[in-house]
């Protein structure tokens, strides 16, 4: 007898379109010798378990292979295209990070440690550069509140500074890409405990790429994506506001607080809008980034004109 | 010499050709889509450049004339100039239509109120009465002498085309000041020619074709 049966194919098994079209994208650009070493170190990414966190967007998540070629990360080049291609000297293994100043347990962690402290979690983040592009991106990590739990911090932990790696033999000095180095960032301290606040170490179900700011970085997505420092070595607690890096260089165009402001225009752009990668119109920035039932209490009172 | 003729007939084609490859190759990368992340932002990168780079060659031919005594490269003068006005249209047309919508109350806003922006737009508007007057018949229309000054207009798109990229850059100034740099020493040359020729009575401009 014959049975008709339904297909052997689950719908749910069904490759997305978007992901078939990225791999021919991709195909596309493999020819050219940038994006062929890419695929191979993609490939051999290590995979990075993670349980859902809450404050995710359900927004669709950019393409993987935008978010880790499209990247500024001065040290390793100041186009956008550069990072991808010369942040392969980045030894990501072993891995300290100082934790010092004004705690009670002041520790150099081993990479391993640090990421023991809390479980990690997958949360899908809207994250906006100030130059006015946008990406969203399923970053992998914990609460930075964690971290700072674990050292205690004394009553004179007002802010917390931030520092990157530099390594000038395989990164650019300060007069090729036009800032100070090693780049610095700070929080205050209640930003800093905030829930939101990510202490990230992988992204899209993987460790971080190199030019992503591997193997640790901070994802502060209320805020521009240059306060969320890559690549840290060092975290100090302090009871004045630490020196940030693109303020060294730009007061009058970069704030230490450097919120997402739709209403505070750059000196040189409006921040109004922002171009979603992958989209053909632009978009409304959101106050914030959108985060402002979460975010907007910590600034209440400040006039954010000012403290930009 | 027998590479005159070559110079004067033969090459004018595969020379436009070769000033049209930056926007064919633009084309076929966007077609493929391998333009990266941000396509809108390559192409509005890459037509700046383009533009720069032939305001940049256009301003080459007169000392290179002189440098290298060919006086027929002349010829391709009007071309190489009309074609940094070219991209200079694909440019401003990249940030009307791709960054603003011809949102014309925020572009304005943008011309007025950012230097980097007013600059880039007195660049290129620079360039539209030397466009417009490229032909033989406008040069006979306003005399060599009126034409020749009006067609100096062109250090003025240089000389702004590099302050606007220059403002644009956050931080790593390089290539601004290399484009400055070139500039400078093509204008420079300029000064340094003009002395001795004081002493010559003042010659006719040699007319493009």
């Not at chain 1, 070493?37 to 290590?46: I, K, P, V, W």
């Not at chain 2, 633009?26 to 077609?31: H, Q, T, V």
Request: charged share 20%; net charge positive.
């Amino acid at each position: 007898m014959l049975v008709k049966r339904g297909a052997d194919i689950r719908y749910s098994e069904v490759t997305p379109k978007s992901a078939y079209i990225n791999r021919r994208r991709f195909l596309a650009a493999v020819p050219l010798a940038g994006a062929a070493l890419f695929t191979t170190r993609a490939a051999a990414a290590a995979k990075l378990a993670a349980i859902k966190g809450p404050f995710s967007t359900d927004e669709k998540p950019t393409p993987f292979a935008d978010v880790s070629t499209y990247n500024n990360f001065y040290e390793f080049g100041t186009g956008k295209d550069q990072p991808s291609k010369n942040a392969g000297s980045l030894k990501t293994s072993p891995w300290s990070i100082h934790v010092e100043g004004a705690v009670a347990k002041p520790e150099v962690f081993d990479l391993d440690d640090i990421m023991k402290l809390a479980p990690l979690e997958e949360r899908i983040y809207r994250h906006r550069c100030v130059e006015a592009w946008s990406i969203v991106v399923p970053w992998i990590g914990f609460p930075l509140n964690a971290l700072i739990k674990a050292v205690e911090p004394t009553a004179k932990a007002k802010f917390v500074a931030f520092q990157s790696l530099y390594d000038p033999k395989h990164m650019l000095s300060e007069r090729e890409a036009g800032i100070p180095f090693p780049y610095v960032e700070g929080l205050r301290m209640d930003e800093a405990l905030h829930p939101l606040a990510l202490l990230c170490f992988g992204m899209y179900g993987q460790v971080l790429p190199n030019q992503d700011g591997a193997p640790i970085r901070l994802v502060v997505p209320w805020k521009y994506g240059f306060k969320s420092i890559k690549s840290i070595v060092k975290i100090k607690f302090v009871e004045k506001e630490p020196p940030t890096t693109w303020n060294l260089a730009n007061a009058r165009e970069y704030g230490f607080y450097s919120n997402v402001n739709s209403t505070v225009d750059h000196p040189r752009w409006s921040q109004g809008s922002e171009r979603r990668l992958g989209e053909f119109g632009k978009r409304k920035t959101l106050m914030f980034n959108g985060y402002g039932d979460q975010v907007a209490s910590l600034y209440g009172g400040m006039d954010l004109r000012k403290d930009y | 010499m027998p590479w005159k003729p070559l110079l004067t007939r033969w090459l004018k084609a595969p020379i436009f050709l070769l000033c049209l490859a930056p926007v064919l190759l633009l084309a076929r990368n966007a077609y493929l889509q391998i333009l990266g992340a941000n396509p809108i932002e390559t192409i509005t990168h890459e037509t700046g450049n383009w533009t720069l780079n032939f305001l940049a060659i256009t301003l080459a031919i007169s000392p290179l004339r002189r440098w290298l005594g060919v006086p027929e490269l002349i010829r391709y003068r009007r071309m190489l100039g009309l074609f940094a006005f070219f991209y200079g249209c694909l440019h401003f047309t990249t940030y009307l239509w791709l960054d603003k919508f011809f949102d014309f109350h925020e572009i304005v806003k943008d011309v007025w109120k950012r230097p980097f922006i007013t600059a880039g737009f007195l660049g290129f508007i620079c360039m539209a009465p030397l466009a417009l007057t490229s032909t033989a018949g406008w040069i006979r229309r306003l005399g060599g002498r009126r034409w020749q000054m009006i067609h100096r207009l062109i250090y003025v798109s240089a000389c702004a085309g590099v302050v606007h990229y220059y403002w644009l850059v956050k931080s790593d100034v390089r290539k601004p000041l290399l484009y400055g740099a070139i500039v400078a020493v093509l204008l420079g040359a300029r000064l340094v020619g003009r002395a001795p020729s004081l002493r010559r009575p003042p010659r006719p401009p040699v007319l493009a074709q």
